[in-house]
């Protein structure tokens, strides 16, 4: 099979590796670089679950060649927290049980990232338009959209993000 040498950031970490023209971001991301937080569901762009940032977009990594990202600068679930200090998400998922099994948990998390940069101070039908390309089989979604809703309110009164 033909390989091809990438270079590309992921969580702010400069990597360079040849991959199979074929391979999925979302198995590079898993396979070659073992952060395996991001998820793979469907395979087919319409769960959510493999979600990732790629140059401040959420895209989903299983419709993405490795090699289409050549240069690009990507964040996965992995690199949301800061050490040991979650993001605001993620608190907010915890703190208000957004989360049951945590599958698909990592993809709300990027999608919502991208969305509250964006829209900082969302109404409820925003956030639930947000993530509707996000299937969750045990929540229910409502304790996701009050998750969303807190963690707009934290992140809007920090202030601006880098």
């Known amino acids: 099979m033909k390989e ?5 950031t992921v969580n702010g970490r400069p990597y360079e590796r040849t991959v199979e023209v074929r391979k999925t971001l979302a198995d590079f991301l898993r396979e070659d670089l073992d952060l395996t937080g991001t998820h793979l ?3 087919h762009g319409v769960c959510g679950a493999c979600t ?5 977009e959420a895209v989903r990594s299983c419709l993405l060649f490795a090699v289409q990202l ?11 927290a800061d050490g040991d200090n979650l993001h605001p998400i993620q608190e ?5 049980h957004g989360l049951q099994c945590g599958f698909c948990t ?13 829209t ?3 109404s409820e039908a925003e956030i639930r338009e947000a993530i509707s390309g996000n299937l969750c089989r045990c929540t229910g979604y409502h304790n996701i959209v009050i998750a969303a809703r807190a963690a707009a309110e934290k992140l ?3 202030g601006p993000t880098p």
Do not use: D, M, Q
């Open 156 to 158: 809007a009164s920090a």
């Open 92 to 96: 907010a998922f915890w703190e208000h």
């Open 70 to 80: 050549e240069g690009a600068n990507i964040l996965t679930v992995e690199g949301l």
């Open 41 to 43: 569901g469907c395979e």
């Open 106 to 118: 990592p993809g709300f998390l990027l999608t919502l990232y991208c969305f509250l940069k964006e």
């Open 52 to 56: 990732v940032v790629v140059n401040g």
């Open 120 to 122: 900082p101070r969302p």
């Open 4 to 8: 091809r040498t990438i270079r590309l």
